[in-house]
């Protein structure tokens, strides 16, 4: 089965604070995914990345960073936190599934930024 | 541009009915693929079916199916015979760029499905 993990499922920050949301997958996957979901939004996607040190912006890249060192890592950086990143992030990989190009999720994490 | 529709934005089955779930997307391009995924209020997405623009038979996995319509470009869901812990959010993907340029999902508003006993 594939395995995503986040690295907390909730977290409170400060503004201001600069904050690491780490996603590891363990099917050797070529592409990964930081989105977040807000009420009302639905699901947007921040960065992506398909190969090591490869990088991507989607549709919503302001305030955010990402860093793909290792295949099966893929971090989200919040450089300084902001009330308005207050959301729920999710992580995703594709490239083996029933379709190539199927997501699998991680569990997701509620950020808090007060 | 690309845009999937998801017109339910909520919708009550009684436990051991069907229910079918609406998808509709706007294309232009030839190959496509369309996807479901479930999210409980835990909030982990659940991938549940996929269909590939040219697959002639309508995908199954279990008790759920994907009624596709091409030509109607539509992609329901239909899941049989509702459990209580099928009470989720359900939302409809369409792989919007292909798989070798990052195979970006673009997601429908969702549908959520409550059960009752």
């Known amino acids: 089965d594939v395995k995503v993990t986040q690295s907390s499922r909730y977290l409170v920050k400060r503004t201001g604070e600069k904050v690491f949301l780490e996603c590891v997958q363990d099917m050797d996957h070529e592409n990964m995914f930081w989105y977040r979901q807000d009420p009302g939004l639905g699901l947007r996607l921040i960065y992506f990345?398909?190969?090591?040190?490869?990088?991507e912006k989607g549709d919503i890249p302001e305030g955010y960073s990402v860093s793909r060192e290792k295949k099966e890592r893929f971090s989200l950086i919040l450089e300084s936190a902001s009330t308005n990143q207050t959301s729920m992030y999710l992580c995703a990989s594709s490239g083996g599934g029933v379709a190539t190009d199927t997501q699998y999720f991680g569990p997701g994490t509620r950020l808090t930024v007060l | 541009a690309q845009k999937i529709t998801q017109t339910q934005p909520g919708m009550f089955v009684q436990e051991k009915e069907a229910v079918t779930l609406d998808c509709t997307y706007d294309?232009?391009?030839?190959?496509?693929?369309l996807f479901w995924y479930k999210q409980p209020s835990s909030g982990e997405m659940i991938f549940l079916i996929y269909q590939g623009s040219y697959d002639e038979q309508n995908a199954t996995e279990g008790r759920y199916s994907l009624n596709f319509q091409k030509a109607r470009k539509s992609a329901n869901l239909v899941i049989s015979a509702s459990q209580l812990g099928d009470s989720a959010m359900y939302f409809c993907a369409m792989r919007e760029t292909p798989y070798n340029q990052g195979g970006k999902l673009i997601f429908g508003q969702g549908t959520e499905l409550s059960v009752k006993p």
């Open positions: 294309t232009s391009d030839q190959s496509y693929g």
């Open positions: 990345s398909y190969d090591v040190k490869m990088k």
